[in-house]
């Protein structure tokens, strides 16, 4: 109980605050305007989330479990300790360069996964030679 309602506290008070940051900057049109920064996005879309996810509660009591799926977007809740980041300087970098380090990091993977799969079809055809020769030696 004491969740849910701070559940709504809080994003009344996100919703607040995204409305003042949206009135005296302007969303979308201008110099400075809200949706320019990539940390008001991220403010965006957990307000967002919020907002989806009390609906679906809300729409979801009666036992439609399609409704119910969806409030796996709680999960993105998660990303709510970023608003706080977003306001120190020295972690805002680290942030920041977590992120951009995560394309290179990415082709690694790439390239490690291409690895692995030559490495699994040339083993899954070593693995018949071997069963073919033993049958037609043994067999």
């Known amino acids: 109980m004491f969740l849910s309602v701070s559940n709504y506290i809080f994003t009344i008070i996100f919703v607040g605050e995204m409305m003042i940051k949206v009135v005296a900057m302007g969303l979308y049109f201008g110099e400075g305007v809200y949706l320019q920064s990539s940390w008001n996005v991220l403010d965006g879309v957990l307000v967002f989330v919020s907002l989806v996810d009390i609906l679906v509660s809300m729409a979801s009591t009666g036992g439609n479990r399609i409704l119910g799926m969806l409030r796996v977007l709680r999960l993105l809740r ?42 699994g079809i040339l083993g899954v055809q070593v693995n018949t030679c071997c069963l073919f020769l033993f049958t037609f030696c043994f067999g």
Do not use: M
């Open 78 to 119: 998660t990303l709510r300790p970023l608003r706080v980041i977003s306001r120190a300087p020295g972690l805002k970098l680290v942030v920041e360069t977590l992120i951009t380090s995560l394309r290179p990091i990415g082709n690694i993977v790439l390239i490690c996964c291409a690895f692995f799969i030559v490495f």
